[in-house]
């Protein structure tokens, strides 16, 4: 059964850091890449950053490069996203999903709260 599981997220002071990890089960990071989105309050969803499988190239949304990191711990089955210099407007939800052999994302998490507010 395919399972991915956020945490991590929280309350955070602009200019903070936060980790969030997902953790998948039923599959390897080695062959399906994921993504984290993000949907703020009163928005759509958005794409946040990617990971590839085969090298674990890495893509990333213009509004986080330079303070997100995604990385992975096939290992460990997981995935993260190292989240720095948070701004007020990084406040959302956070859901990580695989990508599929059709190219669309098929499975999604639950997904988890950051809260950027002093």
């Known amino acids: 059964q395919v399972q991915l599981v956020e945490s991590g997220g929280g309350l955070v002071q602009p200019g903070g850091s936060l980790r969030l990890s997902c953790a998948v089960s039923?599959?390897?990071?080695?062959?399906?890449?994921i993504g984290w989105f993000c949907r703020a309050p009163g928005k759509g969803r958005e794409g946040v950053s990617f990971?590839?499988?085969?090298?674990?190239?890495?893509e990333y949304a213009d509004s986080v490069k330079g303070r997100f990191t995604i990385s992975r711990d096939i290992a460990k089955n997981t995935v993260y996203l190292q989240m720095n210099s948070l701004e007020s407007e990084d406040t959302a939800v956070y859901y990580c999903?695989?990508?599929?052999?059709?190219?669309?994302?098929?499975?999604w998490g639950k997904g988890t709260l950051v809260t950027v507010s002093s």
């Open positions: 999903t695989r990508k599929g052999w059709s190219g669309g994302m098929d499975y």
């Open positions: 039923g599959f390897t990071l080695e062959y399906y890449a």
């Open positions: 990971i590839s499988s085969a090298d674990g190239s890495t």
